[in-house]
């Protein structure tokens, strides 16, 4: 099974960026649907960013769509999302996570709450926005 750890947090003031990396290990990288999700306490899990390392598509919720960006380097086994325009909002605790099974269809199409459980998750990064 792959192993995910996420680096790249911190604290940033509304408006700026910051970009989180993810570097995958033990298993094929292009064999999965890779995601970041974010928590805060007393909320549900979120998905903001998604992408297949096979074909390189895509899906974003619409409220991350036109700040966030979600790529892979295959190279190096590592999955970034470049966070732009960040809110106070976006605070939360960053999870890489990685999935063999779910597809991009299943991602983009199904109800959030429906989507399965990813598989892998990495240990998380802690991302501040400060207002």
């Known amino acids: 099974e792959v192993q995910l750890v996420e680096s790249g947090g911190g604290l940033v003031q509304a408006g700026g960026s910051l970009r989180l990396s993810c570097v995958a290990s033990g298993s094929a990288f292009d064999d999965y649907v890779y995601g970041w999700f974010r928590q805060v306490p007393g909320k549900e899990r979120e998905g903001v960013s998604y992408i297949s390392s096979s074909d390189g598509s895509t899906y974003y919720p619409d409220f991350v769509k036109g700040r966030f960006t979600i790529s892979t380097d295959n190279a190096k086994n590592t999955v970034n999302l470049q966070m732009n325009d960040l809110r106070p909002e976006d605070t939360a605790v960053y999870y890489c996570?990685?999935?063999?099974?779910?597809?991009?269809?299943?991602?983009?199409?199904?109800?959030?709450?429906?989507?399965?459980?990813?598989?892998?998750w990495g240990q998380g990064t802690q991302v501040t926005v400060s207002s």
């Open positions: 996570a990685a999935d063999r099974e779910i597809t991009m269809e299943t991602v983009a199409f199904v109800s959030p709450e429906l989507v399965p459980p990813f598989g892998a």
